[in-house]
């Protein structure tokens, strides 16, 4: 039996969250179809997005995460299952993970993640200094890079915790992580971020907030770390 294992990040972290095997469930073998960068993810990339995500893995074929996740569930990416799994732990949500085509590391190049959240991170001002690796963007309640590395993208859209009637979270939390070594050197912050705002509208259209997510088809001019006019 042979065994495909992604490796999740949280804010650059790599931590092991599950593993796909190619003899159960779902997958039938470790040989996925190729798909074109407007293929992955539901096909929800816009022509802007597509590209970015081939300069960020320098091909033009990649693959997705076959099999089921620890719950059953189908692994590949819906914006349905994944609208519906915002609220989920992170090892039951339904992600769209993405790995170059013919890599044998078994390392995502991509993984967005949909998270139903409370609060937005603070942001930084000209006073506080940070990480000058940091660039933020107008867009949504909170949006930044992270060199070329990951993004975090957090937008308002009300959510209810189906296991908790009275509970609504206001936000939705978006993230783009990698495993080391996957990104291009020839990808940007900005190409991340803009397939991470790509799949992110997509998204908010789905949970039927696109109105109050303040996102938007094109990126605006970004800001880095430590600078004035930062986003709100």
């Known amino acids: 039996m042979s065994a495909r294992t992604v490796p999740r990040s949280v804010l650059g972290a790599i931590v092991l969250v599950f593993g796909i095997s190619a003899c159960s469930g779902e997958g039938k073998s470790t040989d996925e179809a190729d798909l074109t960068a407007s293929q992955v993810c539901a096909s929800t990339f816009d022509t802007s997005a597509a590209k970015a995500l081939q300069r960020i893995g320098d091909t033009t074929k990649f693959t997705e995460l076959p099999g089921s996740n620890e719950s059953g569930k189908p692994s590949k990416f819906s914006l349905k299952n994944a609208a519906s799994t915002v609220h989920k732990d992170q090892t039951q949500r339904n992600q769209c993970v993405v790995f170059k085509a013919g890599d044998k590391s078994g390392h995502p190049l991509i993984d967005i993640d949909f998270s139903a959240s409370k ?38 859209c ?75």
């Open 119 to 156: 609060y937005i991170p603070k942001t930084e001002t000209s006073e506080s200094g940070g990480d000058s690796e940091k660039t933020f963007y107008s867009i949504g309640s909170y949006a930044q890079t992270d060199g070329s590395s990951s993004a975090l993208l957090y937008f308002k």
């Open 158 to 232: 009300p959510t209810q915790d189906p296991s908790k009637a009275s509970s609504t979270t206001p936000y939705i939390r978006a993230s783009l992580t990698s495993a080391p070594g996957q990104i291009s050197t020839k990808a940007t912050g900005r190409d991340l971020m803009t397939v991470l705002n790509s799949l992110s509208g997509a998204m908010a259209k789905q949970l039927d907030c696109a109105s109050q997510a303040a996102l938007r088809s094109e990126l605006p001019a970004s800001t880095p770390s430590g600078n004035s006019g930062t986003p709100r």
